[in-house]
């Protein structure tokens, strides 16, 4: 069954409407939709023609429950991210809350003016990433399209999504990495990134249940990424 087809599905029971293309990607397609009055992300996943049928369903029906479990448990961990909404395994969809206020952390770090606001954000994404670790959850895909800031009622709330190359892991190895993509992310996208990752990092440090050898692997990972870079 295609997009079409399992639009026609919902929409028949009235459970679906006003669907609009926000995203094509090159893992899935994404869609604002109202979903029972709500409005939503319709998450689905993109046959892979390359693989053989019966892997490839598995192999996205596996990415799509990961990715739904995951987000269940960052909201048990009080880690702000779209409430799950609908999952279909068979057609590998996924239908999440949207985030419609929400502005792209790297947009929102660029608009803003003051070493004390950049301090504060910092501050919040250096807490989201270590009770992320401390509850085994490695993101994958740390980049600053992923975070998004709300500003609701004179508070600054700060949302993780795109949680679909997420994986669960303990090993100092897997949490280093994932805090490298964010300091190269940050690096690469910000102008004051050096005072940013600083505060982060000093944040992280004070919330991480396991810091030190995190933080002692994390050198380790930036020596590795430095070589790599010299090397081309």
Known sequence: MDDVDAFCQLMEKNVVRDVTLLHQ????????????GRSAIWKQRIVKKYRHE???????TRRLLQEARTLLRCRKLQIRVPAVYFVDPEECVLIMQYISDGIVLKNYLNSIHGSQEMSFVASKVGQAVAKL???????GDLTT???????NNNRTLLYLIDFGLSFYSNTEEDKAVDLYVLERALLTTLKDAALFVEKLIETYSQESNDACAILRRLEQVRKRGRKLTMVG
């Open 25 to 36: 990607g090159a893992e899935a397609t994404l869609y604002i939709a109202d979903f029972l």
């Open 54 to 60: 019966s892997l490839d369903q598995r192999i996205r």
């Open 133 to 139: 670790h401390n509850g085994s959850i490695i993101h």
């Open 145 to 151: 399209s992923n975070f998004l800031v709300v500003e």
